[in-house]
């Protein structure tokens, strides 16, 4: 139970890319597949999926199921829903859900962010709650809708600021070496970001590739200086690479 509490944390910030854009402002629909690793042992298979849903909104879901042993303890996939528009240049949370995959559903949480009152609503283990809705606040899921489409329009990403089911956090983004990486759909150029929450042990390694809209290709969990969980792609379909625009990032 315990790694599958660090690949929905890993999912809390990292591969959840909804809306990769291949042009600042376009949602691109797609579907990605990744193996999931924790210390080097295979335990779970990942699928994220961005698509169309009303007029004017998307979709962003993701479905981790574990593997062997795992399935006892979450025997459903973890999944995360995030439903979204676009205004502007601004992309505006609508609604969001998390089941953690256990029998009891101990960690499930939903969101509900109501522009008419100006509140996003949290209900959760450990009851309702609510803030306040600010300008620029997202979910676990259009927070790198956000990353994705800054990057895309060749800026450096962040800070990003989200909701979950205890309140308002926040991550920085810090530069790292670019690498290439070798994946199950060819050797791909990356820039690195390190994602990382103010307080946290944890820190998160983004492989994202540029050809591919800055998809992430590789995601690194890593605590107290070892990598524990790390995400790596091995299927994409519904994005083609295209070169990159951008020759730096401002």
Known sequence: MRILTSISAVLAGLVATAGVSAE???????????????????????????????????VFSSSTR???????????PAVEWSQFGVAGDRIVPMQFRYEDGSRKGDDNYALEF??????????????????????GLLDRGSLQVELMRDLGACLHPGPLR???????????????????????????????????????????????????????VRIEQIREGEIETVFSIEDLAGLEATPSVCSSLG
């Open 114 to 135: 109501n522009s008419s009152t100006g509140q996003v609503f949290v209900n959760g283990p450990g009851g309702q709650l609510s803030v306040p809705f600010e300008a």
């Open 66 to 76: 574990a593997r062997g042993i795992l399935r006892l303890a979450s025997p459903k």
């Open 162 to 216: 989200y909701v979950d089911d205890d309140g308002v956090k926040e991550y920085e983004y810090e530069r790292l070496e670019d690498l290439a990486v070798e994946t199950e759909i060819g050797t791909l150029d990356t820039v690195r970001f390190s994602q990382r929450r103010e307080g946290s042990s944890r820190n998160t390694i983004l492989w994202l590739a540029p050809n591919l809209a800055y998809l992430p």
């Open 24 to 58: 600042p402002g376009e949602i691109v629909e797609y579907n990605a597949e990744y193996e999931v690793r924790y210390k080097g042992r295979r335990v779970a298979h990942a699928q994220f999926n961005v698509a169309a849903d009303t007029e004017g909104t998307y």
